[in-house]
């Protein structure tokens, strides 16, 4: 699939649900989100088809998001259904890690074959301010049953926040000398509930070059410019959706859990999927991927979507 700009579409971004057990201060209100009507979110059987429908057009990676995808019942039917697909080469999951405890097995035998896990803070009392409800030991206990479980080449997410965490990246990149992890540090996006916060939290992750000179360049990764400490087990991913567009080699498109595909994580324009089969769910998503804007306009303002992350799904 080929997007009016030459780009190659082949990765997609299901969210399953947009509810969270954590209430993260840049993701999701205080107060949380409102459960919907059963039925309001898409069915097992209904991602089935459109993961089907879009590996047949030529998606090859598919990542499953929230909110938190595991809080959604029925989430290892989710991954058993989409592993299914002989054509599907990469299924990934992101989580806050907190249930993995209890499902890192069971995602591993459904057929996942990565984990991202957020980590925004390695302070227990600041881990309770950022999430507002979450235990810093259910982390980190959620990324020794990932690696009891078999998931290899584990990756830390990140969001950089100038005066909340960024006094904390010196022990971040202490954490890839002893693990084979990456951790990957993300920009700070202007949408939903930190849309109006004060420019100081907005730190371009270059900033971590300018601080620890002895990085490593190294491969990059997707849209992750890498770095390595020397000799360290891990790797460090920088990954810059405001400093340094990366939307010129932008390869994928997004779900919705209740159905509407986005060009853009940051585009108003949805089309909905629900209600579609065969062809007509062919086109809808080629439209979809045809629409897809050139790039965002997050250096001159706020993000066009109405939406919170937790209902994009990241």
């Not at 599907?88 to 990565?114: F, H, I, Q, Y």
């Not at 992890?181 to 930190?194: D, K």
């Not at 020397?230 to 994928?252: K, Q, Y």
């Amino acid at each position: 699939m080929i997007d009016q700009y030459g780009r190659t579409i082949d990765y997609l971004r299901l969210s399953v649900t947009d509810l969270c057990n954590y209430r993260c201060q840049y993701c999701m209100p205080a107060d949380g989100v409102e459960k919907g009507p059963h039925g309001a979110v898409l069915s097992v059987e209904e991602y089935g088809e459109i993961a089907r429908t879009a590996v047949k057009l030529g998606i090859r990676k598919i990542r499953l998001t929230g909110g938190e995808p595991l809080v959604r019942h029925g989430i290892l039917d989710i991954c058993r259904t989409l592993r299914a697909i002989p054509e599907l080469k990469e299924l990934c999951l992101t989580t806050n890690g907190s249930l993995l405890p209890e499902l890192a097995k069971p995602l591993w035998e459904a057929g996942v074959d990565r984990l991202n896990i957020s980590l925004d803070t390695l302070r227990p009392e600041r881990f309770r301010e950022i999430t507002r409800r979450g235990d810093l030991d259910d982390a980190f206990a959620g990324i020794r049953a990932a690696e009891d479980a078999g998931f290899q080449n584990l990756k830390l997410d990140t969001v950089l926040m100038g005066g909340l965490n960024d006094d904390e990246i010196e022990d971040f990149l202490s954490l890839t000398k002893e693990h084979p992890w990456e951790v990957r540090f993300i920009e700070l996006m202007p949408m939903g509930p930190c849309a109006a916060w004060p420019k100081e939290r907005f730190l371009p992750v270059t900033e971590i070059l300018n601080r620890f000179p002895a990085l490593e360049e190294i491969e990059p990764n997707g849209v992750a410019r890498r770095y390595r400490l020397p000799g360290a087990m891990g790797t460090v991913g920088l990954i810059t959706p405001m400093s340094h567009e990366f939307c010129g080699a932008c390869r994928r498109i997004r779900v919705t859990a209740d159905g509407k595909l986005k060009g853009c994580l940051h585009s108003r324009e949805e089309i909905s999927l629900r209600g579609l089969h065969g062809r007509e769910l062919e086109d809808a998503i080629l439209r979809g991927i045809l629409q897809k804007p050139k790039g965002h306009h997050l250096t001159e303002h706020a993000s066009d979507t109405p939406r919170t992350m937790n209902e994009i799904g990241g």
